[in-house]
């Protein structure tokens, strides 16, 4: 799969079928995730696979009672060694951090995508809770997680803005050309000297 057709082609699946997901393909999430981009190379992320059907049902519990989480075959939980991050970085360090799991987190759904699984990024839940109920740690931050599973819905596409509305060239306030709206990503390289030139 292309990787502009995987980005664009991604929804957020909360309802799954009644099947477990495969181990080589947990292993390949999980991959992809490790190679996420990380400030300095700090490599502060790390992974709780939730399987058990009871710590499911807590987790669901500590995110507002998110229902797709109890029901999923499994959740990641992504969590960010602040600790780390902040001897390497004492200024930025925790934002580095939550860049990198940011990172890792996209990955993680769109190599699901890519597997034909299922994901949702839950970002709403109590820290506290979910460190605790899966033993984390003081020096991790639980920062996202993600339930994944086999599909059993095919939501609609969301609406996203025009590029021509959210994008400006050299300084905020002055808008990139329209051409940008009419070339696919795929072919800017192509059209690039086009475009040069028809920049007011």
Known sequence: MDVLEAITSRVSITSYRDTGV?????ARLLEAARWAPSAGNMQVSEYV?????????????YAHNQSHIREAPFALVILAD??????????????????????AMQNVLLEAHNQGLGAAWVGSFDEEQ???????????????????????????????????NITYQNKYGKRVHPMYEKVTWKGLRHYGKKLKKMMP
Do not use: C
């Not at 920062?143 to 599909?151: F, R």
């Open 130 to 164: 979910v460190g605790a109920l899966l033993e984390v740690p003081e020096r991790l931050r639980p920062v996202s997680i993600v339930t994944v599973g086999h599909p059993d819905e095919k939501p609609e596409q969301p609406h996203k803005y025009d590029i021509t």
């Open 22 to 26: 495969d181990r080589p393909k947990v």
């Open 82 to 103: 602040i600790e780390k991050a902040e001897r390497n970085y004492p200024e930025r360090g925790e934002l580095y951090a939550l860049q990198e799991t940011a990172a």
């Open 49 to 61: 696979i939730v399987e058990d059907e009871e710590l499911l049902e807590k987790l669901s519990e």
